[in-house]
């Protein structure tokens, strides 16, 4: 699990990253999530592998919203967001 406490949340490989995967398939930053308003944004930052939100793949810097219990994939990676 993790917690969104922050508007920009980088989620990634590297150890700098908010949301760390240690996966070697996921990229070092690979996504980024902010908030507006009530609102959750995730847009894919340059991946390599790709990040999909409900089976669709994002494009660089395309923000998508987040709905409740929405699959996030970071490459092989499952997520829900809840």
Same mark, same amino acid.
């Given at each position: 699990d993790q917690v969104i406490e922050k508007n920009n949340y980088l989620i990634g490989r590297s150890s700098e990253c908010d949301g760390r995967i240690p996966s070697a398939t996921v990229?070092? %930053?690979?996504?980024?999530?902010?908030k507006k308003g009530a609102v959750f944004f995730?847009?894919?930052?340059n991946s390599s592998n790709g990040t999909r939100?409900? %089976?669709e793949l994002l494009n660089y810097k395309t923000g998508m919203s987040l709905q409740k219990n929405e699959v996030v994939m970071f490459a092989d990676e499952k997520f829900r967001f809840i």
């Open positions: 990229s070092r %930053g690979r996504a980024k999530i902010s995730i847009e894919d930052v939100v409900g %089976g």
